[in-house]
């Protein structure tokens, strides 16, 4: 695959568009929002589509933005119509940012996953198209998403009609994500499971409580909770194939509210992180079979609950190929990396890679002049973002659209390809 000649030449003709891109991140940063409803990131990122000549909605229930790329390519108008959806995620966490930067968040929340570089680079994509609009056979979805972290703003979108934007269901589906602890330059993806899927492990141990001085006159819920949750760590690693994991963290504890009182009850919370769907349904099963086992062979009793909250982020392998084989194309060989193993953080564009064929890839920004030892990982309030990653962005969403509608569809699509799709339901739509 050679580099996207339209994409080279948009790119040409577009001297100013990195430092534009740098100061869109830069204001995004500076007044990060949380959760489902963004008002002023949406607002900016309408203003930057305005004269791009795109079919704009925006949600009813969270402030996304839908923007559809019609191409002017000639295509056989016997075949149905086809199109590729880029996705950035836009909301930021409620993390007191200490990076010291001088466009640093005003506001007490903070942009430490990187997503203002997301709505960037996807934006720089969206001027990259329009400018090459006669060589895309096809239409572009562009997929600007609140409400990535814990608030399902995929699945809302996607019940709000996202895939039904452009009138045809999507070919293929991609995403980006930043990394504030890898190399600027590397991009790395894998094919076959990516993220992983994540569950919520909610436990309330019921004993009875009393005076400290006197134990054996109570049933001690703390003492049955540290038991379980150290048994837990046991299952994870005794019960379940290494190389096919289970990571279970305890991440909440509340028990107690003085040092002479056992109280009457303990409870805790913690993330499930796993690849497929079996391990989904044997968690369902054993851990509350395990947990509540524990609490009676002490005399006491617990409620659990395991709450599947994501699935896993599983690339196409052709999807996974296509993005290898671009980012090659662009950077060169030695800025790839194949990932031997999944990541095991979570990604809520999987509800939408559960949809469609779908590719997803991390880019390298970590920070140039600090020895990687410093460099501090996403959601860290210290995460810095090196701006130099948002061309690359840019360039490779837009040569991935052009490139995967290039691609010619089956003879016979199938019957996944030809799945109803939700209707769309927009609450305004503008045309640029």
């Given at each position: 695959m050679t580099v996207d000649t339209a994409i080279a030449r948009a790119r040409a003709d577009q001297p100013g568009l990195h430092e534009e891109l740098v100061a869109i991140r830069r204001e995004l940063h500076a007044h990060p929002e949380v959760g489902l409803n963004l008002p002023k990131t949406q607002a900016t990122v309408l203003d930057e589509l305005a004269d791009l000549d795109l079919e704009i909605t925006v949600g009813e229930q969270l402030s996304s933005v839908v923007a559809v790329l019609r191409g002017t390519k000639p295509v056989d108008p016997a075949l149905p119509r086809r199109s590729v959806l880029l996705r950035a995620d836009m909301d930021a966490l409620p993390v007191v940012e200490k990076t010291g930067l001088p466009?640093?968040?005003?506001?007490?929340?903070?942009?430490?996953?990187?997503?203002?570089?997301?709505?960037?680079?996807?934006?720089?994509?969206?001027?990259?198209?329009?400018?090459?609009?006669?060589?895309?056979?096809?239409d572009v979805i562009l997929m600007f998403q609140p409400g990535e972290e814990g608030y399902d703003g995929a699945k809302i979108m996607l019940d709000e009609g996202v895939l039904a934007a452009s009138g045809n269901y999507p070919d293929a589906v991609y995403g980006v994500h930043v990394l504030a602890d890898l190399p600027t330059g590397l991009v790395m993806t894998r094919p076959g499971p990516y993220m992983a899927a994540y569950s919520q492990l909610n436990v309330t141990v019921h004993g009875r409580g009393?005076?400290?001085?006197?134990?054996?006159?109570?049933?001690?819920?703390?003492?049955?909770?540290?038991?379980?949750?150290?048994?837990?760590?046991?299952?994870?690693?005794?019960?379940?194939?290494?190389?096919?994991?289970?990571?279970?963290?305890?991440?909440?504890?509340?028990?107690?509210?003085?040092?002479?009182?056992?109280?009457?009850?303990?409870?805790?919370?913690?993330?499930?992180?796993?690849?497929?769907?079996?391990?989904?349904?044997?968690?369902?099963?054993?851990?509350?079979?395990?947990?509540?086992?524990?609490?009676?062979?002490?005399?006491?009793?617990?409620?659990?609950?395991?709450?599947?909250?994501?699935?896993?982020?599983?690339?196409?392998?052709?999807?996974?190929?296509?993005?290898?084989?671009?980012?090659?194309?662009?950077?060169?060989?030695?800025?790839?990396?194949?990932?031997?193993?999944?990541?095991?953080?979570?990604?809520?564009?999987?509800?939408?890679?559960?949809?469609?064929?779908?590719?997803?890839?991390?880019?390298?920004?970590?920070?140039?002049?600090?020895?990687?030892?410093?460099?501090?990982?996403?959601?860290?309030?210290r995460a810095i973002f090196n701006d130099d990653v948002l061309i690359d962005q840019a360039v490779f969403l837009a040569s991935m659209a052009i490139n995967r509608l290039d691609i010619p569809a089956p003879a016979e699509r199938s019957a996944h390809d030809r799945m109803p799709v939700r209707p769309a339901r927009p609450r305004a739509v503008t045309e640029g």
């Open positions: 466009f640093s968040s005003q506001n007490g929340n903070m942009h430490a996953c990187g997503h203002d570089l997301h709505v960037a680079g996807l934006l720089g994509a969206a001027k990259l198209l329009s400018a090459a609009r006669s060589e895309i056979a096809g009393g005076h400290g001085s006197r134990p054996h006159d109570t049933l001690d819920p703390i003492q049955v909770a540290a038991e379980i949750i150290g048994s837990l760590q046991t299952y994870v690693t005794r019960r379940f194939n290494v190389f096919n994991p289970v990571i279970l963290t305890v991440g909440e504890f509340h028990a107690g509210t003085a040092t002479n009182v056992v109280p009457d009850m303990a409870e805790f919370r913690a993330g499930v992180r796993y690849f497929t769907p079996a391990i989904e349904t044997r968690l369902a099963s054993e851990l509350p079979e395990l947990i509540q086992g524990i609490a009676e062979a002490h005399g006491l009793s617990a409620q659990v609950s395991v709450i599947p909250l994501l699935p896993a982020a599983i690339n196409d392998p052709a999807e996974a190929e296509l993005m290898i084989s671009t980012a090659t194309a662009l950077f060169g060989a030695d800025r790839i990396e194949v990932a031997q193993d999944p990541r095991t953080g979570s990604e809520d564009f999987a509800w939408v890679m559960r949809e469609a064929p779908g590719g997803y890839a991390h880019f390298g920004a970590g920070t140039r002049g600090l020895e990687p030892s410093e460099w501090a990982p996403n959601h860290s309030p």
